[in-house]
């Protein structure tokens, strides 16, 4: 899989929009973007997934560039919940493991 | 519902003893995962199971650890003469079936293993 590249931390202040940046400049035409989140003590969650446009669920917006060589997530409103590592993996259409990185770890303060 | 569960939470176990870990998944998933996450790493890939079937064990580290899943639900890694590099949270994971476009996996909360 193609690997991605994240910045190690951000920090957000409580209700206010996050945007978390990926980089993956060798992504492939069949390589998903999908984002997974750790909070502290837990396994990874779920957070969303995209081909190449843009998507929006409960979680987060996923942005999508047009040429695909990058993509935020986007959290709307940030809350202390949300204080976790963020993980922006790229995954084959045929892959199954997930190749997490190091990720972003987003503090957010009140 | 019921979530992806693993026992014990925690281990610690001396350098040399052999140890098992267990992951129940989701009623009815097909795919099972587990990874490997050292402090302050991002997990990685150890093995995956689709029904019984071990699929791939390329990240296994060593011929110390082996997994299985006899049953095609429960499943157990075992690690045999624990080492200090051992040490980590051992994630287990599941998903509906891996032979769609996508499935969401599914973790459980981990099991921290500490070789002393």
């Known amino acids: 899989d193609a690997k991605t590249t994240q910045p190690n931390s951000m920090e957000s202040n409580e209700e206010e929009p996050v945007h978390l940046p990926c980089n993956h400049s060798?992504?492939?035409?069949?390589?998903?973007i999908h984002w997974y989140r750790q909070l502290p003590s837990q396994g990874p969650e779920y957070v969303i997934h995209g081909l190449t446009s843009n998507v929006n669920n409960r979680m987060a917006s996923l942005a999508i560039a047009e040429d695909r060589k990058s993509s935020t997530l986007i959290l709307h409103r940030a809350t202390l919940r949300d204080a976790a590592v963020y993980y922006c993996?790229?995954?084959?259409?045929?892959?199954?493991?997930?190749?997490f990185g190091k990720g972003t770890s987003l503090l957010v303060t009140p | 519902g019921a979530g992806v569960s693993q026992s014990p939470r925690y281990k610690v176990a001396k350098r040399g003893q052999d140890v098992a870990l267990r992951c129940d998944p989701i009623s009815g998933h097909v795919s099972l995962f587990w990874y490997q996450q050292a402090l302050g790493q991002g997990p990685e890939f150890l093995t995956y199971?689709?029904?019984?079937?071990?699929?791939?064990k390329s990240g296994l580290p060593s011929d110390r650890f082996f997994a299985e899943r006899p049953e095609g639900s429960v499943s157990t890694l075992k690690i045999q003469r624990t080492q200090q590099e051992d040490s980590a949270v051992y994630l287990c994971?599941?998903?509906?079936?891996?032979?769609?476009?996508?499935?969401?996996?599914?973790f459980g909360p981990g099991t921290r293993l500490t070789v002393l």
């Open positions: 993996i790229l995954r084959d259409v045929a892959g199954y493991a997930l190749n």
């Open positions: 199971f689709q029904n019984e079937a071990q699929l791939d």
């Open positions: 060798t992504i492939s035409g069949t390589d998903y």
């Open positions: 994971a599941s998903s509906l079936n891996t032979r769609t476009v996508y499935n969401e996996q599914f």
